[in-house]
């Protein structure tokens, strides 16, 4: 009999893709009846594992593995098992998470200059997003009696705050932002009106790592009596020390008179484990709107900061070591790093290739754009080069946000020789579909949004299964 190999479908090729594993590990449907030795577990993960970060550790990645120390992981790794197990709504038997907690809090306010430590551990930025926008939507209701909430966003601030609003009955107001891709203050200001719950800034945006004129809004939230969120879910762990170091960092923190609340995630240039960001308020009186507190339940008095219920003390532990154990020298030697490494990236983008515009000026990450070429074409190019890069929209750019692997010797100039290469290629390829912007096609198409939004819902539907047959 002869046995021809079926050609490899499209699908059996998104598959692989997907499921890369399917091919090479058990796939468990079903609770193994005898459990698998340890051994045989810890090697396939470590398998796994050492395949996945070789990516990251490459220096090719923009954002995603901040630190990219593998011994700063192991100490966090080791700190984290020793209270893996515990949880910190347990205060009784776990008051170590109260110091823990209390503390990366107590550092955090000092480095933003917050008059005093208020403020929460959470589990991401989202998270802290999301519970910020919650005690703005209760202060409003409470002393407001404001029933029909409403946002005021820069259209650059992050997607969770959306994510967040949606789930809230918030509207969402977009502000624009002007030239300098940062928000329109005056446009800012005719979009609020008497159910304005707060206004939101960042240092910086995701997007382009840009800081919202942060003190204009400062004055705009005081002057109409609302709330102003800075995120600094990306800048915050970074800016201070870019400011200590002497660059150009305009005011963004606690030292703004109007800010009241900032979110910072310490699992980005915090260098935590993945899991931990800081949310801060400036007086406990807003904080205390996020507090749940029931009295009538059978289980008993529960008491909660927010929405999580268990969360292991790991986390928190592991998050205090990594502040205390960088320190402030071991965080600005770090800034130095990235903030130089970023210089020499914008600088040669800016003298050496004319086809590509830098958007504004920012401090740890580079996006770009083109009126030459398509850049969705040219990540194509980085990608096959081994980069990788994210890919934005309205308008089309890319980013490059700067982290420990990116510090390497020789990443920046090899970044810089590739990104030529993917120019030329865009430049040769005028016209053609590009496959990394295939996606963002559908936004295009009459009832593009609806289609592309189904598309993005089968993908997850797609991503929460074991792995197909082979
Ligand atoms: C990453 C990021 C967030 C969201 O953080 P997650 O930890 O991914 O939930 C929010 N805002 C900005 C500016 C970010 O860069």
Not at 204 to 208: L, T
């Given at each position: 009999m002869s046995q021809e190999a079926a050609p490899a479908s499209d699908l059996d090729r998104m598959l692989d893709d997907l499921f890369p594993y399917r091919r090479t590990t058990e796939t468990f449907?079903?609770?193994?009846?005898e459990g698998v030795g340890r051994d045989v577990l810890l090697s396939e993960v470590a398998t796994m594992a050492t395949a996945e970060d070789a990516r990251g550790d490459s220096g090719r990645v923009s954002g995603s593995l901040y630190s990219g120390d593998h011994e700063h992981y192991h100490f966090l790794a080791q700190v984290f098992e020793h209270f893996a197990h515990a949880n910190v709504l347990q205060r009784d038997m776990y008051p170590s998470a109260t110091k823990f907690e209390g503390e990366i809090l107590a550092m955090t306010a000092d480095l933003f200059h917050s008059p005093q430590p208020v403020g929460v551990v959470t589990s991401g930025g989202s998270d802290s997003l999301v519970h910020a926008l919650y005690a703005y939507r209760e202060q409003a209701r409470v002393?407001?009696?404001?029933?029909m909430p409403n946002v005021v966003l820069p259209i650059t601030a992050h997607v969770a705050l959306r994510k967040g609003a949606h789930w809230m009955g918030i509207e969402v107001r977009d502000a624009p932002v002007d030239g300098s891709f940062t928000v329109d203050v005056p446009a800012m200001a005719s979009l609020m009106d008497d159910n304005t719950i707060a206004i939101v800034g960042s240092a910086?945006?995701?997007?382009?790592g840009l800081i919202d004129p942060i003190e204009r809004l400062g004055e705009l939230a005081q002057a109409r009596g609302v709330g102003l969120h800075v995120d600094g879910c990306l800048g915050g762990f970074l800016l201070p020390w870019a400011e200590a170091l002497g660059y150009d960092v305009p005011l963004w923190d606690f030292r703004v008179p109007g800010v009241t609340s900032i979110s910072a995630d310490t699992h980005k240039y915090g260098?935590?484990?993945?899991g931990t960001s800081v949310l801060l308020y400036r007086d406990a009186a807003l904080r205390s709107q996020q507090w749940f507190a029931s009295t009538d339940w059978p289980g008993g008095l529960y008491l909660s900061p927010?929405?999580?219920g268990s969360r292991s003390g790991g986390l928190i532990a592991s998050t205090w070591a990594a502040m205390v154990s960088i320190g402030r020298d071991g965080y600005l030697a770090r800034a130095d790093s990235i903030l130089t490494t970023n210089s020499v990236i914008q600088q040669g983008i800016r003298d050496g290739l004319p086809e590509l515009t830098v958007i504004?000026?920012?401090?740890f990450m580079t996006s770009f754009m083109s009126d030459d070429v398509d850049v969705y074409l040219v990540n194509d190019s980085l990608k096959s080069s081994g980069w990788r890069m994210n890919a934005l929209q309205l308008p089309p750019s890319l980013h490059f946000c700067i982290t420990g692997p990116n510090t390497q010797p020789g990443v920046a100039q090899d970044f810089l020789a590739d990104l030529r290469v993917a120019v030329d290629y865009a430049l040769a390829h005028r016209g053609e579909p590009a496959v990394s912007g295939a996606m963002y096609g559908f936004g295009a198409m009459p009832d593009g949004d609806q289609t592309l939004r189904s598309v993005m819902g089968g993908v997850l539907d797609a991503m929460h299964v074991a792995a197909p047959e082979v």
């Open positions: 449907r079903l609770i193994p009846d002393q407001r009696d404001v029933r910086g945006d995701y997007a382009h260098y935590a484990l993945k927010g929405l999580a504004g000026d920012p401090l």
